[in-house]
């Protein structure tokens, strides 16, 4: 299905058309979907961002920003991809919910960090006594993330824990 969005992107160059096409897709693969968003094109990222746009971000938090981006593609496997996806995506969100956060570079390292995150406390390889404590991950946010104060982390990191983020949806 890779190729067929490709070709179909060849034929129509409007991004907002085709993230409508997407949208309404009853066939679209969240995978394939995942990989092309996840593209190094010019014309993929503003695809991305239209598609995005489709969608409503207002007022949600940012782990349930994730899950519903779950909802929407397969993450891709590679970490570039995940970026480019997640840097798309924390361009959107931040528009759409300009009092969290600094700025969207901040939402971008915030998703990332809630991504590792949920790795590290869903993960059964992971001995319970090497999972990462709130105090742990306080200290590694803090330092990272503008904007947002440690009670607010510490509710996204209660959240993260108790409710995975369910990457292959």
């Known amino acids: 299905l890779t190729k067929k969005i490709v070709n179909f992107v060849k034929v129509e160059k409007d991004p907002q058309k085709i993230a409508a096409i997407f949208k309404e897709s009853e066939e679209l693969d969240s995978e394939a979907l995942g990989v092309y968003l996840g593209s190094s094109s010019d014309l993929a990222r503003d695809i991305g961002k239209a598609y995005f746009n489709l969608f409503p971000w207002s007022g949600l938090e940012p782990?349930?920003?994730?899950?519903?981006?779950?909802?929407?593609?397969?993450?891709?496997?590679?970490?570039?991809?995940?970026?480019?996806?997640?840097?798309?995506?924390?361009?959107?969100?931040?528009?759409?919910?300009?009092?969290?956060?600094?700025?969207?570079?901040?939402?971008?390292?915030?998703?990332?960090?809630l991504l590792m995150l949920n790795t590290d406390a869903h993960n059964a390889v992971i001995p319970a006594a090497n999972k990462m404590t709130k105090e742990n991950f306080l200290k590694m946010a803090s330092g990272s993330v503008a904007g947002f104060d440690d009670a607010t982390l510490g509710k996204l990191y209660d959240k993260v824990v108790a409710n995975k983020i369910d990457l292959h949806k």
């Open 63 to 113: 782990d349930d920003a994730l899950r519903k981006l779950c909802s929407l593609i397969k993450l891709p496997g590679e970490s570039q991809q995940i970026d480019r996806v997640l840097e798309t995506l924390s361009e959107v969100f931040f528009k759409a919910n300009p009092s969290v956060g600094a700025d969207s570079q901040a939402i971008y390292t915030l998703f990332f960090i």
